[in-house]
Every structure is written in structure tokens, then in C-alpha cells.
């Protein structure tokens, strides 16, 4: 079995304090593979609000992947936002921005979907789908094949921000190279199924985690996911605090088997 870890929207510079170290044994316990970080580390793109992140993901002992949000990149310096946009991100967390992370039943690609050009709305890169599925024909059809990216490729329209920039498009070339899963973030919300404008089978799943440790829940509770994938099958859990508690739990859970390109999800 492969164990994966999503977490998202730290926001370090904003992060309840009193959840670090209830989130970090957490995560501990849960002894993953691989943690997923899926954007926005910090809050305004400050040294040492990345500080803290890399410190916090160094400490949990386990391997670890990031991809850039909105967030990480200065919002009020806009020379280095035009000209250096994730100078500071590449010191603390990483160089590379669209990392790759294969596991024994899993392929993990991260998408970068920032854009320094709007504040918060996200683009869909074609160069970046390209990239995606070239590494998923690389990686074969016996893993699961885990796209992560920090803006979602879908949303509702109830949600106020803006939809990333060619999200529709971008989501018809992952499904149709085979990706499986999809995880993003920014909306600071939960959500585990189907893309709603391609349901069934023949596309991917979305996993929308939360907020980890911001305070800036708009009407959530700070959670994450773990991801147990074991052959053809997949199980989301949703790790959460209570409103009135710090420490995580598990609030509830999701199954799917892989049928073909797409995920199938089944009763426990």
C-alpha cells in the first residue's frame, strides 16, 4: 500500500499556532509515503514565512513534495513579481516548480498554475498539460496517476473567485492521457468526487483539501486528506478539526477503483 499525504493552504504568516503540533503528529502517526503540498505555503511570499514552512515539512520526516500558490509569489513588490516572481519560493522550498514523485502504486505531477499577472485567478499552462502527460505514458497504466496543482481545474458557481484561466481545456487533456486524481487547493474548502461537468468513469477524480493550519476558514474547519492507494484501489480519508478543537481526526471517508482511465467510486 502507498500512503500520500495532501495538505494545503498553509499560510504560514497566518497559521494558527496551536495546530502545528497536533497537525505534525498527525501526520507522524499517519507515517506516509509522501506529503503533498498543493500551494500557498505562506501568506506573502516573506522569507520568513517560508522559513517556517520548510521548517515545519523538514521536521515531520518524511519525503515531500510542494508546487507554488497564489500566495508565493509578492504581491506588493511588483518588480519582483514581474521580473522574480518565485525567487524566494526556489530559496526555501524549491527550484523546481512542477516536481515528479513516483511511488511504488502512485506517479505524482505537479502543475504550476500561478499566474504573476492576476491576483489571485490561476492559469492552465499548455506546455505544463504537455509535461503531464508525456511523464504519465512514461510512467505506464499500473499507477495511479496523481496530478497536483494549487488552483482547481473546477468550481462551483457559488464560489466568488474567479475560475483558473483555460481550466475546461487543461481538464480534457488530462483525462484524455489517463490522469486519475486531481489535487488543488485555494478555495479553502473540502471536496472528494467526481468532476462535476465530466461525472462517470472517464475522467478523473478532484480532491479539494482545505486550509491545514490558516485562519482563514470561510466556513470550514482546517483538514487535509491522506490517500491510500493498494492495486486498483483508492481510499480518501478526511483528516479535521472540530470548530471548537485542535486536534485531527478522522471526519470521513471516500472509496474508488480504478475502472480503465477513470475512478469508480464503490461502497466500502
Known amino acids: 500500500m502507498t500512503r500520500i499525504i495532501h495538505l494545503s493552504d498553509l499560510h504560514f504568516g497566518r497559521a494558527r499556532p ?3 503540533a497536533p497537525l505534525s503528529t498527525a501526520i507522524q502517526e499517519a507515517a506516509p509515503d509522501l506529503v503533498v503540498v498543493s500551494g500557498d505555503l505562506s501568506q506573502r511570499a516573506r522569507n520568513h514565512e517560508f522559513r517556517e514552512a520548510r521548517g515545519f515539512l523538514d521536521a515531520l520526516g518524511a519525503r515531500w513534495m510542494a508546487v507554488p500558490g497564489n500566495h508565493d509569489i509578492p504581491l506588493f513588490q511588483p518588480v519582483s513579481r514581474i521580473l522574480r516572481p518565485y525567487r524566494t519560493y526556489r530559496e526555501w522550498i524549491a527550484w523546481d516548480l512542477e516536481p515528479v514523485a513516483e511511488l ?7 502543475v504550476n498554475t500561478v499566474d504573476r499577472f492576476a491576483h489571485q485567478r490561476g492559469k492552465a499552462r499548455f506546455g505544463a498539460m504537455r509535461h503531464v502527460c ?5 510512467a505506464g497504466r499500473n499507477k495511479l496517476c496523481i496530478v497536483v496543482a494549487h488552483h482547481p481545474f473546477e468550481q462551483t ?10 481550466a475546461g481545456l487543461a481538464l480534457d487533456k488530462l483525462k484524455g492521457c489517463g490522469a486519475h486524481l486531481v489535487l488543488s487547493g485555494h478555495l479553502h474548502m473540502w471536496h472528494a468526487g467526481p468532476f ?13 483539501a482545505g486550509t491545514s493550519l490558516s485562519t482563514r476558514l470561510r466556513g470550514e474547519v482546517n ?10 484501489n483508492l481510499c480518501i480519508t478526511r483528516m479535521a478539526v472540530e470548530s471548537d478543537g485542535i486536534d485531527f481526526r478522522e471526519m470521513e471517508q471516500t ?8 475512478l469508480l467510486r464503490v461502497e466500502a
Open 18 to 20: 496551536e495546530l502545528l
Open 104 to 110: 511504488d502504486d502512485a506517479l505524482v505531477v505537479g
Open 134 to 138: 508525456e511523464t504519465v505514458e512514461q
Open 157 to 166: 458557481a457559488s464560489v466568488e473567485k474567479k475560475p483558473m484561466k483555460r
Open 196 to 208: 462535476v461537468t465530466r461525472p462517470g468513469v472517464s475522467g478523473p477524480v478532484q480532491v479539494h
Open 223 to 232: 483538514d487535509f486528506a491522506v490517500l491510500d492507494v493498494e492495486g486498483q
Open 255 to 262: 472509496h474508488f477503483r480504478r475502472e480503465g482511465r477513470g
